[in-house]
């Protein structure tokens, strides 16, 4: 088979009938990973924090810079990575099987340590952001990652066995008859299929809803006001999670234009949490070090492994 192109790629993310199954991720991944050996990028560390690393794309591809990516987390090699999927796509059907009781099994314990299901949907997931980081159109692509990154969370939510998709939903606005609130959930998933009825026909109480979104810059706010509304518009308490992949961006430090800077706001993230309410969870595939060095974070942060293997089977519960 010939070698793709980056032009090549870029026509596979934008593909609108792709990305219909978890596979058609590893095929992009694979084909991504196979394209950084044999176009052979530079690859430049970045001086403020060592394990992020940029491609910097040939003169062919206008020297397009792709965003940051955590080294402990990308899997380089397309051979290694080919690997850890598989091992993964097992994981997950035995995950179905056990669900959170998988956590106490001995047999498990070395893969859940290994945390390679982080290292595998950051892969997969910034092997499209980096195809994306080639467009001409920076707003197009930020969109397309965006809508795949939903998808991906998605396919992985029904590989469990559980119903997952998007909905959109007109809520009323009490005391103002004929008003109504609309609202486009990311995600609703459960357990079983819910039944719903006049008296639930928006949200079942045992749907939980997802916001799902590569980074939390200029969104968190709205997770919680989600909530917020949700809960108050329907009378009652709405579950409601966040995922997100990560939270950094390349900026310049000192002299270089490859610094790494946070966009995680602690600061908004608590006033919320005061102000309005707690999230019934916050998942990272690449979290922040002050994620788990800051306790108030860490009460409520946690990495998306701990979703998949015991959080979201006891929210659903």
């Not at 793709?4 to 790629?9: E, G, R, S, V």
């Not at 694979?30 to 394990?51: C, G, K, M, W």
């Not at 959109?168 to 995600?187: A, C, H, K, R, W």
């Not at 990560?246 to 006033?271: E, M, P, W, Y």
Request: with cysteine.
């Amino acid at each position: 088979m010939k070698n793709l192109t980056l032009h090549d790629l870029q026509a596979s993310v934008r593909d609108n009938a792709a990305f219909v199954k978890i596979d058609d991720y590893l095929s992009i991944t694979q084909a991504f990973l196979e394209y950084l050996q044999h176009s052979n990028p530079t690859r430049i560390v970045s001086p403020s924090q060592q394990h992020y690393i940029f491609y910097q794309y040939s003169k062919n591809d206008g020297y397009k810079i792709t965003r940051p990516l955590n080294s402990n987390l990308f899997i380089e090699k397309p051979e290694d990575f080919v690997k850890n999927f598989e091992r993964f796509i097992n994981f997950l059907s035995d995950l179905k099987r056990h669900q959170e009781k998988i956590v106490d099994n001995s047999t498990y314990q070395d893969y859940i340590n290994s945390k390679e299901i982080d290292k595998v949907i950051y892969t997969l997931q910034q092997s499209i952001g980096c195809i994306g980081d080639s467009f001409d159109n920076a707003n197009q692509s930020r969109k397309r990652i965006g809508q795949l990154f939903e998808a991906l969370i998605k396919l992985v939510i029904k590989e469990l066995g559980l119903e997952c998709e998007p909905r959109t939903v007109n809520l009323p606005i009490p005391d103002q008859e004929g008003y109504f609130m609309s609202y486009q959930l990311d995600l609703v998933f459960s357990k079983n299929k819910a039944i719903l009825t006049s008296e639930t026909k928006f949200l079942h109480p045992s749907e939980i809803v997802g916001s799902v979104k590569t980074t939390s810059k200029d969104r968190i706010d709205k997770v919680f006001l989600d909530k917020f509304l949700l809960s108050r518009l329907l009378k009652r308490d709405v579950k409601v999670i966040a995922v997100f992949l990560h939270d950094v961006q390349r900026a310049v430090r000192g002299n270089s234009i490859f610094g790494i800077n946070s966009t995680f706001k602690t600061n908004h993230f608590l006033g919320y949490t005061v102000a309005l309410n707690k999230l019934d969870g916050v998942y990272y595939v690449d979290p922040r070090p002050e994620m788990t060095s800051n306790p108030r974070l860490a009460e409520q942060i946690r990495d998306f492994q701990q979703f998949l293997i015991k959080d979201l089977w006891v929210l659903t519960k």
